[in-house]
């Protein structure tokens, strides 16, 4: 191997690791300001601008959500039965989307429309805003950009996931029951207590908890984009492609780890 | 308090090996107005973050009211950014706020005073500036002018002793650019302020500096007063107040790269 590819494999590994360090130190720095974004015992105007936050990110967000959802959840009912219907096992369809989506479909469909939607809009919001100095600025004034910027959208979206990641299992399962009640004339009621019959507390739970993780990778990868901006407005335009297309690679390879993780230790 | 307002030490910067600033030495006392002169790449901006705190030197000290801002922990550092009001180049106020928001700002974060005293004291920084029936308008609708006196008086609304300013008047027309350096002017005499100027203005220069220094490739040629700059010999300083021109084409480059093309095609 001549030594320039292996330079050149050197120097990428260290971009990442670099790139992983600097997450981290962000990450730590943003959890330490967090607790003075918080209502009643942190600082209220960071407060305020998490709910502007939580409005955008979350609120805004549902009917895209919602519709993806529906979509999917018809898909998979679809998909599934095509197969299942030769076995005759058609009550199973409903098993499939309802674990589906608790489990995956929920927090993964979430994930990635938030990181298309909002991350970059982070991403471009805080890098246009070195490129403006508005971040030295701040700095100047004594302000700490991270608890001014960052924690506000992290506790936004911390907050506002785990809702999305809960309307978005909802309309997919919901589709799944306009599925069956147009395929094989079950009623919505009967649909929903075979529903509830197989949704398990822990599916719930580990479909929230990837939410979060998915949450962080989001705002931190957007928000790290957006401080790394270094010259003009193409340099905003790029961070914002980066932002997205690192911060959904880095949802599915989290998603990966999550799900290995509660299936080893799901003992079922 | 005693001593300079600001006190350079041996300062040194470098960018990926390359030096920006080489041991710089600077003294800026209290209530004067010192005027850094440079030409582009000089370091000029780059001296102007070290002494605000955006950045950190390799080595040296950069003392501010005698607190060494090079070595200082970072809560001492944000005690010493309240004493020094910046007004970036591009005014740099937050679009997203009101002119108002944008000078109560600093307040807001720093002070527990009562909402009524915060528009009280935004009111009376943009009359200061002549922005006082702007407040309510978005920075976006001001113009050029307008917006670098909102950034002026957001950099006031701490009530610095040290007021710094990033190219006031670049991109402006002359008769508001002047318009800045009277403000400036007037400021540093209602306040007694210690004003930090970065410019490449000549005219602004000689009408607000107490004393100027120059920067020529990250090192301080001359530092001085009006009088003494403008008499002094360095053909570094007289080519720019002169505005001679550097030779730009490189000739030698040139006729080489022609021979070598014409033996080349001749061959």
């Not at chain 1, 029951?177 to 009967?190: E, P």
């Not at chain 2, 004291?121 to 009359?127: C, E, G, I």
Request: net charge positive; proline share 4%; charged share 20%.
């Amino acid at each position: 191997m001549s030594p320039s590819v292996v330079e050149r494999l050197g120097s990428a590994a260290m971009r990442h690791i670099e790139y992983i360090g600097g997450l981290a130190i962000q990450l730590q720095h943003a959890c330490a300001a967090l607790g003075r974004t918080l209502p009643l015992v942190g600082n209220r105007s960071r407060w305020r601008s998490a709910i502007q936050q939580m409005l955008t990110v979350g609120v805004d967000a549902f009917p895209m959500v919602g519709i993806m959802a529906v979509c999917a959840g018809f898909i998979l009912a679809m998909q599934g039965a095509s197969e299942l219907r030769r076995l005759g096992a058609m009550q199973f369809v409903i098993d499939l989307v309802t674990i589906g989506f608790t489990r995956e479909l929920g927090p993964l469909l979430t994930a990635i429309a938030v990181s298309g939607r909002s991350g970059s809009a982070f991403s471009a919001e805080i890098g246009s805003m070195v490129v403006t100095e508005e971040i030295d600025a701040l700095r100047t004034m004594g302000i700490d950009p991270v608890e001014f910027v960052l924690a506000p959208k992290y506790l936004a979206a911390l907050i506002v996931l785990p809702c999305l990641t809960i309307l978005s299992t909802t309309c997919g399962i919901l589709a799944g029951g306009a599925f069956m009640r147009l395929s094989t004339d079950m009623a919505l009621g009967v649909y929903l207590r075979y529903v509830v019959r197989s949704i398990v507390l822990r599916d719930v739970m580990t479909g929230l908890v990837k939410s979060l993780a998915f949450a962080t990778i989001i705002v931190h990868v957007g928000c790290l984009e957006g401080f790394r901006v270094r010259g003009g407005p193409d340099a905003v335009g790029r961070s914002a492609t980066a932002a997205v297309v690192k911060s959904t690679f880095l949802v599915i390879l989290a998603d990966v780890g999550f799900t290995a993780v509660f299936y080893l230790t799901g003992g079922k | 308090m005693t001593g300079p307002a600001i006190s350079v030490r041996d300062v040194v910067v470098t960018y990926s090996g390359r030096r920006v600033l080489d041991g710089i030495n600077l003294d800026i006392s209290r209530g004067e107005t010192l005027v850094l002169l440079g030409g582009s790449g000089s370091g000029k901006s780059t001296l102007l973050r070290q002494i605000v705190g955006l950045e950190r030197p390799q080595s040296g000290q950069i003392r501010v009211n005698g607190v060494d801002i090079a070595q200082c922990p970072p809560g001492e550092l944000k005690k010493v950014r309240r004493s020094i009001g910046v007004a970036f180049q591009n005014s740099a106020l937050f679009n997203s706020m009101s002119v108002e928001d944008n000078i109560a700002l600093p307040l807001r974060e720093h002070t527990r005073l009562a909402e009524s005293t915060i528009r009280l004291m935004t009111w009376m920084k943009l009359a200061v500036v002549g922005l006082a029936e702007f407040g309510k308008l978005s920075p976006q609708a001001l113009s050029g002018g307008m917006k670098k006196r909102a950034a002026v008086a957001r950099a006031l609304s701490l009530d610095p002793d040290i007021l710094v300013f990033d190219e006031p008047s670049a991109g402006l027309d002359p008769i508001v650019a002047a318009e800045l350096d009277e403000l400036i002017l007037g400021l540093k005499r209602a306040f007694s302020m210690t004003v930090v100027v970065v410019t490449h203005e000549m005219a602004s220069a000689f009408r607000i500096a107490d004393r100027m220094a120059m920067l020529y490739k990250g090192s301080l040629i001359a530092v001085g007063t009006k009088e003494e700059l403008q008499s002094s010999p360095h053909p570094r300083i007289r080519q720019f107040f002169d505005r001679v021109p550097d030779q730009i084409a490189d000739t030698a480059a040139i006729d080489k790269y022609f021979k070598k093309y014409l033996e080349g095609s001749s061959a």
